[in-house]
Each structure stands twice: as C-alpha cells, then as structure tokens.
C-alpha cells in the first residue's frame, strides 16, 4: 500500500471529518491570516483540537505554553483545565500580546491565562511552579536548552508537547546543510535517549512529540 501524499486534500478530509471550529478560534485564525506576519505559525485546527482532547483527558492544574503567537494553542490547551488551574504562555514578541488577550477574553479564559513577555530561556528558569502539561512551540534552534530547563519543573507522570519535530520532513535529509533541521535531529535524538521519560513523535501537523516524565 502506497503512502497518501497529496497533503492539501488529506487536510480538507480530517478537517471534515473532526468537530468544528469553534466560532472564537475561527475568528482568531481570520485575524492572524489577515494581520499578522508568518501566519502559517498557528497552531490550527486539527492541532488545536488534539490539544484540547489531550489537555481534557489530563485535566491538569497548571499548564506552561513556550511561543504564544496570537494564542491560538493557549486557548486550545486551557479549555481542558481543572477547576481553579492556570495556563502561563511566554511570548518574546510584544508586538502580539493586544492580540492574543483580545482572544483570551473573548475565550472566557482570561482569567485562566497568564502571559508572560520575554525570551523563554530566561523566564523559564525564574518559574517557581511545577507543571503538569508542557506545550513547546517557539524558537526551534533553542528545543534542547528548553528541554533542559523544563525537564525538572514536570511533575512525575507530566508530559511535554513539541510541535514541529518533523520540520517539514528535513529531517529525514542526513546531508541538509541547514542548523536548525541539525538540532531538531537533534533534539529528538536527545528526547529519545533520555531514560527518565517515555515518548512517541506523532505524524500530527508537522510531527508532534509526546514526551511523558516517568
């Protein structure tokens, strides 16, 4: 059986065949399209989805989410809460944030979400809490210096979600001169090696890892 590779089509067929966008989300994806730079960073719909489902299933106290963007993704992942939990997003560019509190409000979960401007790789380590879910999406070059930083702020049995693992499939080219498909490589390897967890990389959007802290 051969590998179905027409990917626009494919899409159009898992977005029919998933519940529907909800109005807040759909409205946020129009802005961002029409708005914002480099739209294609939302996180989108199926995404989305997949992360409410699995944030729901955890029902987990606290959520840390790296890259904010307009946020989309917070929104997704905050939905699945515990009662009285809290969702803390770390966005370097300012320039978002009317955008993704706009949104957070008109969610409903503007008093569930906390957003943090600053480079992630300085905030992090000035985070006192302990978390149950972990949602990375923000500068691929710096993945393993995240994972470093985070690892110890898990709680046992917590998990940490990585988007863009696959990176377009460039990962799969062993001779691409490029340093940001080199650490993507590499931090997967590192996810892999790493006893003190257990992981499964999803062909979710642009490859998902799953990392869960044993």
């Not at 008109?106 to 809490?129: C, F, R, S």
């Not at 990962?171 to 499964?200: G, Y």
Request: charged share 25%.
């Amino acid at each position: 059986m051969e590998l179905f590779t027409d990917a626009e089509t494919l899409d159009r067929y898992l977005v029919e065949h998933s519940r529907e966008e909800d109005p807040v989300l759909q409205e946020l994806s129009r802005h961002t399209y029409l708005k914002v730079v480099h739209p294609r960073m939302l996180s989108g719909h199926i995404l989305g989805s997949f992360l409410t489902m699995f944030s729901k299933m955890l029902s987990p106290q606290r959520i840390l989410e790296i890259g904010t963007y307009t946020g989309y993704s917070a929104i997704c992942l905050a939905r699945g809460l515990r009662p009285g939990g809290t969702l803390t997003t770390i966005e370097v560019n300012d320039e978002l944030r009317s955008t993704a509190l706009k949104y957070f409000r008109k969610a409903g979960l503007h008093e569930q979400i906390e957003l943090v401007n600053g480079d992630a790789l300085k905030v992090i380590p000035a985070l006192e809490d302990n978390y149950d879910l972990v949602f990375m999406d923000a500068n691929k070059d710096d993945y393993p210096d995240y994972y470093k930083q985070l690892i110890d702020k898990v709680t046992t049995g917590g998990y940490i979600l990585v988007d863009n693992v696959l990176w377009g499939g460039k990962v799969l080219d062993t001779q691409l001169e490029d340093s940001t498909t080199r650490t993507i490589d590499q931090f997967n390897k590192i996810i892999t090696a790493d006893r003190r967890v257990e992981n499964l990389l999803l062909p979710i959007r642009d490859g998902l890892m799953v990392i869960k802290k044993k």
